[in-house]
């Protein structure tokens, strides 16, 4: 594989599936991304929504939109993101992973809205193909944060990585009279989290040890997309960046990071995230927000 300059990375703070069809600073800052990168030859995401118990990449050519939410607007329930995907690139992925086994997933997954929501803002045409990585929810921060550094060698052939989750995310504690605001405690915890990113990625692990984790990753699969971004910063003794900050209903951090961006921050502008309107009254946990 010839190499390339090296392709930026990220960390998508993704939130609710309705950003998927508004506009507000965090998709305008998506949209800035998509727009500020080279073209990439390819896409890795790792999503909080395909948190298995295994690790694997998709490996079919055309990979389904997965509607993996309940009690939205009709309309999201139509949105298709047809990108291609790539069986070469997936054995890619496989191959630089190793000694990890991964698995290659020809017919069971596809992209879930972790991945297409962000993709929809950075890259609309759907054009350049895509291939998402599963989260082993057996392995341990160490394992992940490992895997994230393994993958950096891809950086240099043409490929965008993309780690898609939410720093802290916890639905049950949601608050819909705060659109753009956050408790105090998932306001400690995600300073927290940018701290040991930006400055000391290697303990990205200490997060497990914060006395708000409980709290603000109730259940770890939002979270540890970040460990991905952290283990690629490690690896490349690079500087992570804020592309865009911000809470959403008191307990989503809709924080997002680059990598090899520089420069890259959004000006924040535009309106905050809404809820679905037909989510009222649902469970928190069944918006999957």
């Given at each position: 594989?010839?190499?390339m300059p090296l392709m930026p990375a990220a960390f998508l703070g993704h939130g609710s599936p309705m950003n998927a069809i508004e506009t507000n600073r965090f998709t305008t800052a998506w949209r800035a991304f998509g727009a500020s990168v080279p073209r990439p030859r390819a896409i890795l995401v790792v999503s909080a929504?395909?948190?298995?118990?295994?690790?694997?990449?998709?490996?079919?050519?055309?990979?389904?939109?997965?509607?993996?939410?309940?009690?939205?607007?009709?309309?999201?329930?139509?949105?298709?993101?047809?990108?291609?995907?790539?069986?070469?690139?997936?054995?890619?992925?496989?191959?630089?992973?190793?000694?990890?086994?991964?698995?290659?997933?020809?017919?069971?997954?596809?992209?879930?809205?972790?991945?297409?929501?962000?993709?929809?803002?950075?890259?609309?045409?759907?054009?350049?193909?895509?291939?998402?990585?599963?989260?082993?929810?057996?392995?341990?921060?160490?394992?992940?944060?490992?895997?994230?550094?393994?993958?950096?060698?891809?950086?240099?052939?043409?490929?965008?990585?993309?780690?898609?989750?939410?720093?802290?995310?916890?639905?049950?504690?949601?608050?819909?009279?705060?659109?753009?605001?956050?408790?105090?405690?998932?306001?400690?915890?995600?300073?927290?989290?940018?701290?040991?990113?930006?400055?000391?990625?290697?303990?990205?692990?200490?997060?497990?040890?914060?006395?708000?984790?409980?709290?603000?990753?109730?259940?770890?699969?939002?979270?540890?997309?970040?460990?991905?971004?952290?283990?690629?910063?490690?690896?490349?003794?690079?500087?992570?960046?804020?592309?865009?900050?911000?809470?959403?209903?008191?307990?989503?951090?809709?924080?997002?990071?680059?990598?090899?961006?520089?420069?890259?921050?959004?000006?924040?502008?535009?309106?905050?995230?809404?809820?679905?309107?037909?989510?009222?009254?649902?469970?928190?946990?069944?918006?999957?927000?």
């Amino acid at each position: 594989m010839t190499l390339m300059p090296l392709m930026p990375a990220a960390f998508l703070g993704h939130g609710s599936p309705m950003n998927a069809i508004e506009t507000n600073r965090f998709t305008t800052a998506w949209r800035a991304f998509g727009a500020s990168v080279p073209r990439p030859r390819a896409i890795l995401v790792v999503s909080a929504h395909w948190y298995v118990n295994y690790t694997a990449v998709t490996a079919m050519p055309r990979p389904r939109t997965i509607h993996d939410f309940f009690g939205f607007p009709e309309k999201l329930f139509e949105l298709e993101y047809p990108a291609p995907g790539s069986g070469a690139f997936a054995e890619e992925v496989a191959e630089i992973a190793k000694p990890t086994q991964v698995g290659l997933d020809h017919d069971s997954w596809g992209l879930d809205h972790g991945t297409w929501s962000v993709l929809l803002h950075a890259f609309p045409k759907a054009e350049i193909p895509v291939v998402q990585l599963a989260i082993d929810e057996r392995k341990d921060f160490d394992f992940h944060l490992e895997l994230g550094a393994k993958l950096a060698g891809l950086r240099q052939t043409g490929v965008l990585i993309v780690a898609s989750g939410n720093v802290v995310h916890n639905l049950r504690a949601l608050d819909w009279s705060k659109p753009e605001l956050g408790f105090d405690w998932a306001y400690r915890f995600n300073d927290a989290a940018r701290e040991l990113l930006m400055e000391r990625p290697a303990e990205i692990d200490k997060l497990l040890g914060h006395p708000d984790y409980s709290k603000a990753a109730p259940t770890p699969d939002h979270l540890i997309p970040l460990l991905y971004l952290a283990g690629l910063t490690n690896a490349e003794h690079g500087k992570a960046q804020v592309l865009v900050d911000g809470q959403a209903f008191g307990s989503i951090s809709m924080t997002s990071y680059t990598l090899g961006m520089a420069g890259a921050k959004s000006d924040g502008n535009g309106p905050p995230p809404e809820r679905g309107p037909d989510a009222s009254g649902i469970p928190p946990e069944e918006t999957n927000t």
